[in-house]
């Protein structure tokens, strides 16, 4: 039975291909673990899009973050870059492309997502997220 209760998480990563999957399995270990099993296919999709666009489209070190909060789940990705990301093209347009879906795949996956642009102690960065209502 999912929790009512609200809970979040992150996870800072390197500047690393390899940081992408083990976020991903992250991801799915900890929605097992609060009894939301049936969000884990959807959010893995959504935590590796979201996770390989900051690392592969920036230097600098990214965070994934989980939370949890009257029945949404809320995935979003923290990057260094302050550079809006490119707005998502139709994904039926994009059936034979081979990169370029990502934020396509979250739009067509997702309830909602945006981005938004952050500044803490002097470091700007982007925050892009996307929620999964409680089925």
Excluded: F
């Excluded at 270990?29 to 996770?51: F, K, P, R």
Aim: net charge negative.
């Amino acid at each position: 039975m999912p929790e009512t209760e609200p809970w979040e998480y992150s996870l800072y990563i390197p500047n690393d291909p390899r940081a992408v999957t083990i976020c991903r399995r992250t991801v799915r270990l900890i929605l097992t673990m609060h009894g939301l099993i049936h969000h884990a296919d959807t959010a893995e999709l959504l935590a590796t899009e979201l996770t390989a666009n900051a690392v592969l489209h920036t230097k600098g070190p990214a965070a994934l973050r989980l939370r949890w909060r009257s029945g949404v789940l809320r995935i979003g990705a923290w990057d260094a870059d302050p550079e809006p990301p490119e707005p998502p093209s139709d994904l039926a347009a994009l059936v034979d492309a081979e990169q370029g879906r990502g934020l396509a795949l979250v739009r067509a996956c997702a309830d909602v997502w945006g981005w938004q642009p952050l500044t803490r102690n002097g470091n700007r960065g982007k925050y892009v997220w996307c929620e999964l209502a409680a089925a």
